[in-house]
Nanobody, 116 residues
Framework: QVQLVESGGGLVQAGGSLRLSCTASGRSFSLYVMGWFRQAPGKEREFVAAISSSGVSSYYTPSVKGRFTISRDNSRNTVYLQMNSLKPEDTAVYYC?????????WGKGTLVTVSS
């Protein structure tokens, strides 16, 4: 069982920045590949970014590449999403995700609202 808790969402103006955090339970965090997804109103949940267990490799959806940075601190069981140059179309609930031992775990999400 893995529990994920996101934080850091809020209201920001276009062009601003936010940093999301996701803290995971369990002693195997350093083995997890972690991901961020988002779901905008009326749309399906979509992939945003992922990071390898060591933090060496990261992956982004094209729409956020160059603006968002995913990172992790395995000593704190935490993964981060630094979001810069935010746009109104980034408005969504952001979810942390891990697949561990064939089970898909999700946090409850944190709302990011970008005003124009």
């Amino acid at each position: 069982q893995v529990q994920l808790v996101e934080s850091g969402g809020g209201l920001v103006q276009a062009g601003g920045s936010l940093r999301l955090s996701c803290t995971a339970s369990g002693r195997s965090f350093s083995l997890y590949v972690m991901g961020w997804f988002r779901q905008a109103p009326g749309k399906e949940r979509e992939f945003v970014a992922a990071i390898s267990s060591s933090g060496v490799s990261s992956y982004y959806t094209p729409s956020v590449k160059g603006r968002f940075t995913i990172s992790r601190d395995n000593s704190r069981n935490t993964v981060y999403l630094q979001m810069n140059s935010l746009k109104p179309e980034d408005t969504a609930v952001y979810y942390c995700n891990v697949i561990w031992l064939a089970t898909d775990y999700w946090g409850k999400g944190t709302l990011v609202t970008v005003s124009s």
